[in-house]
């Protein structure tokens, strides 16, 4: 709908709003710390907006009509000089005659601060949201993160509501169940897998014979924050005859897909080359939760459903599965204090090594494919929202911020980075560079900027339409 395309964009307005008015909040505040001359601090570029100072204060604080950028302009920087009329400020405060050590400080103070505001978006996200649930590989507390469980209103769902009977006497209800997805990992994906043995049932005359190619099936739902049927969330992968795991083996995974070759790594299965009537039968594993129990133990009481006569039986129609009988419902749990901690000590790491390596991606070959910018962003928050909620934006805010402070400190004429090299190199040197040849350096560097900018956005705005 047009309003939630709105929404998103003043979501993804706002979180650039507030990294970059950090990031700059950081230079001013170290700036004024050591007494530097600042004479604006501004969010965005382009025709004011709004542009106030406080009595007796000395500092512009100004919003303009491009909230994509921002800025700090002080004394003694490059090309910052007095308004017309205005009486220049001491020569100890300019930033030209600060001590190398406080300009350095001084350049640092905004990725510092995008970094820390980072680690702090990450953990909002882990303490404050739910986090939704369809599996998990390891202990799993029932009271604190149960998965999803299913509806048993199909005859294929027999075999799991007698074993849930049996276990009801023990206290034990169908939301004590989760579908245990075990996550194989192939290369630089991890595949949720439910069922390695799956073959297509084709049309033979008026009978049906089994296929000769055998698939993984994987789960892949487009939401986790709203109920919705697992046949829609079901993906095929051709199998390939790499044994999986030990671990995996246990709960059935015997072999893993294989990736196909081709430049999106692709693996999805087109169903519509099946005729409509073919189909497959899925083995699915349930995993009772109980607290306290080891890995071990919950692999040697899951229950895979399926194995016998009866199955989860899709049949295509239009080139997709056919089968409303199995509902995956929303399953969320708020972390405990010590559990947002926990989460947030692995959850930022990730996202601290995701952005190394798509810097690293980027001096690839095909890395310009890994850059976006204001569009791609946008275009990928139903993906987020849909996937895990709040949690989620915030993590993936927090990666925006800890990605800012990795491309800021980049050694590239605009970029703080570049004027710390040229601190450095003056300062070591004892030889200032000269005047001109640092403003070429930043006009072409701000040009690239800009190029590549308007580039990452004319791609990202292609790719919605591919």
């Known amino acids: 709908m047009w309003y939630q395309t709105l929404l998103y964009i003043l979501i993804v307005i706002l979180m650039l709003a507030v990294l970059i008015s950090i990031h700059e909040a950081g230079h001013l505040g170290m700036a004024k710390l050591f007494k530097v001359y600042c004479f604006e601090y501004s969010i965005g570029f382009g025709p004011a907006v709004l542009k106030v100072k406080r009595k007796k204060g000395e500092t512009y604080f100004t919003l303009r009509a491009i909230p994509l950028g921002g800025y700090v302009s002080m004394y003694g920087e490059e090309g910052m000089v007095p308004e017309e009329g205005m009486e220049a400020p001491p020569a100890e405060r300019s930033l030209a005659n600060a001590a190398m050590w406080k300009k350095i400080l001084i350049l640092v103070a905004g990725v510092t601060l995008n970094f820390i505001l980072g680690m702090i978006l990450v953990y909002i996200g882990d303490?404050?949201?739910?986090?939704?649930?369809?599996?998990?590989?390891?202990i799993v507390d029932a009271e604190t993160s149960q998965m999803a469980s299913v509806t048993l209103d199909s005859i294929y769902g027999q075999d799991l509501a007698s074993y849930i009977e049996g276990q009801a006497l023990e206290g034990y209800t169908s939301s004590d169940y989760y579908m245990h997805v075990v996550p194989?990992?192939?290369?630089?994906?991890?595949?949720?897998?439910?069922?390695?043995?799956?073959?297509?049932?084709?049309?033979?005359?008026?009978?049906?014979?089994?296929?000769?190619?055998?698939?993984?099936?994987?789960?892949?739902?487009?939401?986790?924050?709203?109920?919705?049927?697992?046949?829609?969330?079901?993906?095929?992968?051709?199998?390939?005859?790499?044994?999986?795991?030990?671990?995996y083996q246990k709960v059935g995974v015997n072999v893993v897909p294989k990736l196909l070759d081709d430049e999106n790594n692709s693996l999805k299965l087109d169903l519509k080359r099946y005729s409509d009537g073919e189909y497959i039968d899925l083995d699915i594993t349930f995993v009772p939760l109980?607290?306290?129990?080891?890995?071990?133990?919950?692999?040697?009481?899951?229950?895979?459903?399926?194995?016998?006569?009866?199955?989860f039986r899709y049949s295509i129609k239009n080139g997709k599965f056919e089968n409303n009988s199995i509902r995956l419902l929303t399953i969320s749990a708020h972390n405990s204090f010590t559990e947002g901690w926990?989460?947030?000590?692995?959850?930022?790491?990730?996202?601290?090594?995701?952005?190394?390596?798509?810097?690293?991606?980027?001096?690839?070959?095909?890395?310009?494919?890994?850059?976006?910018?204001?569009?791609?962003?946008?275009?990928?928050?139903?993906?987020?929202?849909?996937?895990?909620?709040?949690?989620?934006?915030?993590?993936?805010?927090?990666?925006?911020?800890?990605?800012?402070?990795?491309?800021?400190?980049?050694?590239?004429?605009?970029?703080d980075g570049w004027q710390i090299l040229v601190t450095v190199i003056e300062g070591t040197t004892k030889k200032k560079v000269p005047e001109k040849a640092k403003t070429i350096a930043t006009i072409i560097g701000f040009g690239l900027l800009i190029g590549l900018a308007v580039a990452v956005t004319v791609k990202d705005v292609i790719a919605l339409f591919i």
Request: hydrophobic residues 40%; contains cysteine.
């Open 127 to 138: 303490a404050a949201f739910p986090v939704y649930y369809y599996a998990r590989s390891g």
């Open 342 to 415: 926990q989460m947030w000590a692995s959850d930022f790491p990730n996202a601290c090594g995701a952005v190394v390596k798509g810097f690293i991606s980027l001096f690839q070959p095909g890395g310009f494919k890994n850059l976006s910018g204001i569009v791609g962003i946008t275009a990928a928050m139903p993906q987020i929202t849909a996937s895990g909620g709040a949690r989620l934006v915030f993590f993936y805010a927090g990666m925006i911020s800890v990605n800012l402070a990795f491309f800021n400190l980049l050694p590239f004429p605009g970029l």
């Open 290 to 311: 109980k607290k306290g129990d080891s890995i071990a133990t919950q692999y040697n009481e899951h229950r895979i459903v399926g194995s016998g006569e009866s199955f």
């Open 184 to 247: 194989v990992k192939l290369g630089d994906y991890t595949l949720p897998v439910i069922d390695d043995d799956v073959y297509f049932y084709v049309k033979d005359g008026d009978t049906y014979k089994k296929g000769d190619v055998r698939y993984v099936a994987v789960y892949n739902p487009s939401t986790l924050v709203e109920d919705h049927e697992l046949a829609a969330s079901i993906d095929l992968y051709p199998a390939s005859t790499q044994a999986a795991d030990p671990m």
